[in-house]
């Protein structure tokens, strides 16, 4: 398995889980873990995705996120898990 963390971070409005939910399924990424937070008008989600039967390699992955992202008014950035947990390590 290969997976990756997708987060995402904007404007809480209609459609952005549904909008991002979509094209991982589109590309054959399952969704292994989600959570998702809502302060005020801020949304916040992470999510923890098995990548490794995407029809897209990584960088086109991000690139098509990062768009609809951009489409809808939220800042998507996905990163390979081992990669994440070394930025993040204390």
Known sequence: MERAVITVTGKDRTGIVAKIANALAKSDVNILDIRQSIMDDLFTMIMLVDI???KKDFEALG?????IGEE????V???HE???KYMHRI
Do not use: A, C, R
């Open 63 to 67: 690139q098509e996120l990062e768009n």
């Open 72 to 75: 809808i008014g939220v800042k």
């Open 82 to 84: 081992d990669i994440f």
């Open 52 to 54: 490794s039967k995407s």
């Open 77 to 79: 950035i996905i990163q």
